[in-house]
């Protein structure tokens, strides 16, 4: 593992025009994507039964929104208030789901289980099937707080995954403008943290950096140089496999000891925040070596 810097002056971000404060999700072509990107990494990958298994989990994340009902948003004075006191509209704390998530949940499952995979993720996929209303919420709730059980990842995974949906959904209907900072590394859509942050170019303006959120997939706008866990802008350097291509790095913080990648897709437009943070595992295990740990979120990486 190399290291390639330490933070400093960035030139004139913006010059050509302002990047935007926060980007809403494409959930039409988002998961369609996604499992392409998948499928690409997992030739002559280490990971390649796993890549596959997601690229698959991944396509049925895109079919199942044809027959989907339409998510209900937040009503408008609830987005004015969530934006006077600096709150994300879409309450994860609250969370009840309604018809459309039940929904979601069911049609994944469903469509999920002609795809080939593990006999453990086929048990827990029954699991999951077979769960009543209560115990469904449960396992909701605890993706939404990430706080996901070890002893039962196969199953979160899935609810997690249609969890994404739903709420990229939702997010695509939040008007993108109108959402304001809410916190370091804080989804100003769902309050949910980053999956990776990505530099962008995005509207004509010079490259950006973007959080991504982990949930609902909106990016918004943060600090080139600042740590997402912590936001320490001292002590900040940057990680990436001997021999890697400078597309994806590792941010690590001194200051708090953890790390989170940065995928730089200026270089790299095809990098999936998703996908290309579960197939860069190796980074990580060298990175967990030097006694950081790591600090975003990715229930497809709970297992490792």
């Known amino acids: 593992m190399s290291d390639v810097g330490s933070g400093g002056a960035f030139g004139d971000l913006g010059t050509i025009a302002v990047p935007p404060f926060a980007v809403a999700p494409d959930p039409e072509a988002l ?38 009902p339409a998510v209900t948003p937040p009503a408008a004075e609830a ?27 069911d049609r994944l499952l469903t469509v999920f289980a002609d795809c080939e995979m593990p006999d453990q993720a086929r048990a827990a996929l029954r699991r999951v099937a077979d769960a009543d209303a209560d115990a469904r919420i449960v396992m909701m709730r605890a993706v939404l707080a990430d706080a996901i059980p070890v002893e039962a990842i196969a199953e979160h995974v899935l609810v997690a995954a249609a969890l994404q949906v739903h709420f990229a959904r939702l997010a695509a209907q939040l008007d993108p403008g109108a959402l304001v900072a809410v916190g370091d590394a804080v989804c100003p859509a769902c309050g949910g943290r980053p999956v990776v942050s990505v530099i962008d ?39 990436e496999v001997d021999g890697g291509d400078g597309t994806v790095k590792a941010e690590t913080c001194s200051a708090c000891g953890r790390y989170a990648k940065v995928l730089y897709r200026d270089r790299a437009p095809w990098l999936d925040p998703v996908a290309d943070d579960v197939a860069t595992l190796g980074l990580d295990l060298l990175v967990r070596e030097t006694g950081l740990t790591r600090a975003s979120v990715d229930p497809f990486m709970l297992s490792f």
């Open 31 to 68: 998961f369609l994507r996604r499992s392409d990107r998948f499928r690409a990494l997992a030739e002559g990958h280490p990971l390649k039964p796993y890549l596959i298994f997601l690229a698959d989990l991944a396509s049925a994340q895109h079919w199942i929104q044809q027959d989907l």
């Open 79 to 105: 987005v004015a208030r969530a934006r006077a006191h600096a709150m994300p509209p879409l309450d994860r704390q609250g969370f009840v789901p309604d018809a459309a998530c039940t929904a979601t949940l």
């Open 201 to 239: 170019e995005l509207r004509g303006a010079n490259p950006a950096r973007y959080c991504v959120c982990a949930q609902c997939s909106t990016r918004w706008n943060y600090v080139r140089i600042r740590c997402t866990a912590c936001g320490s802008t001292k002590g900040i350097t940057y990680q």
